[in-house]
Structures are given as structure tokens and as C-alpha cells.
């Protein structure tokens, strides 16, 4: 269970906002605090930078600088306790792209085929960078949530995520219970910048609902982003 934040621009913006949007989550969100760890990645015109901590995101030293795409995590730990190989967002290299993962929910019945010392979501990113291989990321988000229900036997929280790389931020909403308040998703579009949050903050945020996705994508002169269903 975790509190995450996101946006991409094609500007740099300053990373600490959403440092203090997600301090804010983590200390007095629903559920809270969620403070077993943090992490978070920036990208800008071809640099790559990331912080992790097994501290609560409230005792540590802000994240700032600034970012074109940016994703960030609280970790409220369902397995396995505050550790920073724990913290979100895990991090791989797949098709010339750094793509950075992160989840909130609890996904049970993993223990005889997951690595040994792995939580639910190390399992969750390594299934969706397996499908990333030879699918597009859209298709390889479903191959892998098809994966996990069926393993799961349908034994699951949330398999809601957000996944960033250089140029696009990906984020879906996929709860077990419809009336789940808990596991929820918003997105804000305030001109070349598109935001998503586990929370809204203020006015304007749009909830992503059980079963959507949303896709953004950097252009040269303006962020495109669609609106789609899983299934």
C-alpha cells in the first residue's frame, strides 16, 4: 500500500512540489502515514537521476532539481519490511529506455514462484519488462496484469501502477473491489504539463477509473495523452 506521484512536461519543472505533494500523502493521506521508505526518478534531455531511501520521505532530505518526466513513491509495506531494496520505483533497461515502475496494492499467492527475496511488486515489474520484450508497453501492461490475476487465483488488492521513462508516463487503475476509495488514481492537465497522483490535490484532478489507463506522451511542442480502457 503506497502513495505515488508523477507528471511530464516538455519543460523542466521543479521536482519539489511533487516532493511535498507526496510528503503530504505519506504523513496524512488516507491510510496513513506510509512510511516504511520512499524513492523517486527524474529524466531531463538525457540524463537520468535517482534517490531512494528505507526512511519515511518526512525524515529525509527533499528531492529537488528539476525534471521533463518524474515519478516518485511512498511505500506502506504489505510485504517485507522498510528496506531501501524494497523502496519504489524499480528501475530497468528494456528497448534503448529506462522505464521506472511503481504500485500501490498487495498482490497474494506469489510465494512458490517469485524469487525468494522478492515482494509482490518485484515480481509485478520483472513479469511487465519480460512482456516488454516483444510487445508494446500498453499490450505488455495487460499481458502481465492477465498474468497476475490468473497466479494470483484473482487474490489481490490493487494492481494499480504508474510507469515512467524519458518521454512517456503510463498510469492505470485496476482494483478488486469497485467501491475500493483507497487504491485510486487522479490525473491533471494544466497546459504541456500532465500530472497523476494517488491523491488530487486541489481543483481540476480527474479520477482515472477501475479499469482505465491513461497514456501520455512528450512531443516536440505539446504532451499527447489518450484515455483508454484495459479490457
Not at 514462484?113 to 508497453?137: G, M, R, W
Not at 503510463?170 to 473491489?177: I, S, T
Not at 492537465?189 to 489507463?213: F, H, K
Amino acid at each position: 500500500m503506497c502513495r505515488m506521484v508523477a507528471f511530464i512536461s516538455i519543460e523542466d519543472k521543479s521536482i519539489e512540489p511533487y516532493f511535498e505533494l507526496l510528503k503530504a500523502q505519506a504523513m496524512h493521506g488516507k491510510d496513513a502515514p506510509h512510511g516504511d521508505g520512499w524513492g523517486g526518478v527524474c529524466y531531463s534531455d538525457g540524463e537520468f537521476s535517482i534517490k531512494k531511501s528505507a526512511k519515511p520521505i518526512w525524515e529525509s532530505e527533499k528531492m529537488d532539481g528539476v525534471a521533463k518526466s518524474a515519478l516518485l513513491h511512498a511505500r506502506k509495506a504489505s510485504f517485507g519490511k522498510a528496506d531501501v531494496l524494497y523502496s519504489h520505483p524499480f528501475v530497468y533497461g528494456e528497448k534503448g529506455k529506462i522505464w521506472s515502475f511503481a504500485h500501490n496494492g498487495t498482490i497474494y499467492n506469489l510465494s512458490k514462484i517469485k524469487e525468494k527475496h522478492d515482494i509482490d511488486t518485484q515480481f509485478y515489474v520483472k513479469a511487465f519488462i519480460s512482456n516488454l520484450k516483444d510487445k508494446d508497453p500498453l499490450e505488455s501492461v495487460r499481458m502481465t496484469i492477465k498474468t497476475l490475476t490468473k497466479i494470483s487465483e484473482e487474490h489481490y488488492t490493487s494492481l494499480n501502477a504508474i510507469i515512467v521513462n524519458d518521454e512517456t508516463v503510463m498510469a492505470f487503475r485496476y482494483v478488486k473491489k469497485a467501491e475500493d476509495d483507497y487504491h485510486t488514481l487522479f490525473y491533471d492537465v494544466r497546459g504541456n504539463l500532465l500530472s497523476v497522483s494517488t491523491e488530487p490535490s486541489g481543483n481540476g484532478w480527474i479520477a482515472i477509473r477501475n479499469g482505465e489507463y491513461i497514456l501520455a506522451r512528450r512531443r516536440a511542442l505539446a504532451i499527447d495523452f489518450e484515455i483508454g480502457k484495459l479490457f
